[in-house]
């Protein structure tokens, strides 16, 4: 891989240890966790047992003087580790003079010590992350796009850790929850927990631990919109926000759901048949609901469904910026929805 591109995380964990060390790491992305996990992977194979309070230390871009600190600690010879590693916290907000300092020491990094940056992105414009970008590798912590991508995270963490679920139970798991990884490694230990520690998740443990309430109706909602049903549909969404679901997850919900119809709808235009995208085309919708989505995707024209997405754009943007009760917002978008 050239140092200017960037690497996926699950890629870079997957080949890592087999990698020649690289003197700097550029670690960023929204997804805290998976920086973390990253983090950890480097310094587990970086430290060495006893040494880790003389070979390592983690600095934040905003200490005082954190970038003559940071130089001071990379100069440094290491004591009994092979390198000594330093780790600078959310760099993107260390101030412009400071990542100059930083960036003109990559251009002769230390053979010793590798240095490793986290950050929430990388602005490229500056000067200091160009010069950075071209010698660092480079390794992004995106959130996942969709159910598959969590599906994906999902099925690396069962196997880590032992645990047995079905096809069944880890698509209501990944469909149920927000994409966001932190927030899906948090409902698994409640799980894990919920189980017992038995090694074997059902999908009646993930009903009762992520709520049945949220999954059953959730789901109800897209069935009835499915079809453009606009009664069902506000009966099931009032129920909803009685039940005090909030506008944001409903929407991550929708969005999701019309994503998998989209595809359906693009791959039924391209010829193939409903029974070949019934067994091949979408692996994130449950088995018995296979046939469902299949027919939903007969209710909507393909430029309905672009207008869907503006919709559902928007409504996400009016309930995270607007004050605007959530009930408003989502019967007007459910409404325009089912009457596009």
């Known amino acids: 891989m ?8 699950f890629e870079f964990l997957s080949n890592f240890h087999d990698q020649k060390p690289q003197p700097v790491y550029y670690v960023f992305g ?26 390592s230390i983690i600095l934040h871009a905003t200490d005082t003087n954190a970038a003559m600190n940071t130089l ?3 100069e440094m010879i290491p004591f009994m580790a092979k ?39 990388i602005d490229e414009r500056t000067k200091a992350n160009k010069m950075i970008s071209g010698k660092a590798m480079k390794i992004i912590c995106r959130s996942p796009y969709d159910s598959a991508g969590m599906l994906k995270w999902l099925n690396a963490e069962t196997r880590e850790k032992e645990i047995f679920m079905d096809n069944d139970s880890k698509e209501l798991f990944t469909r149920s929850i927000e994409l966001n990884y932190q927030f899906a490694a948090n409902e698994l230990e409640k799980l894990i927990i919920y189980t ?32 453009r049903n606009l009664e069902n549909s506000l009966t099931i969404l009032e129920n909803m926000i009685t039940n005090k679901e909030s506008a ?9 759901f019309f994503l998998i119809i989209w595809r ?8 193939l048949s409903n029974s070949e995208i019934e067994n091949r085309y979408i692996p994130d919708v449950f088995f018995k609901s296979k046939k469902k989505y299949i027919s939903y995707a007969s209710n ?32 007007i978008l459910v409404y325009k929805i089912c009457k596009s």
Request: hydrophobic share 40%; charged share 30%; aromatic share 6%.
């Open 264 to 271: 359906i709808k693009d791959l039924q235009l391209n010829n």
């Open 83 to 121: 390198f000594r590693l330093v780790v600078i916290k959310n760099f993107d907000s260390m101030k412009a003079s400071d990542k100059m300092l930083i960036a003109e020491y990559i251009q002769n990094p230390v053979p010793t010590s590798i240095l490793v940056l986290t950050a929430e992105k």
């Open 30 to 55: 929204p997804e805290n966790y998976l920086k973390d996990i990253v983090l950890s992977e480097i310094s587990k194979r970086f430290k060495s047992p006893g040494s880790e309070e003389f070979d």
């Open 248 to 256: 944001v997850y409903i929407i991550l919900m929708l969005s999701q």
């Open 300 to 331: 909507y024209k393909s430029s309905t469904l672009r207008k869907i997405f503006s919709l559902l754009l928007q409504a996400d943007i009016d309930a995270k910026s607007l004050n605007i009760k959530d009930e408003i917002i989502l019967e």
């Open 72 to 74: 001071e600690q990379l």
């Open 2 to 9: 050239l140092k200017s591109q960037s690497i996926q995380h």
């Open 196 to 227: 017992k520690g038995k090694g074997n998740i059902t999908i009646d443990d993930v009903i009762e631990t992520v709520g049945k309430s949220r999954t059953s109706k959730v789901f109800d909602l897209q069935n009835e919109i499915g079809k």
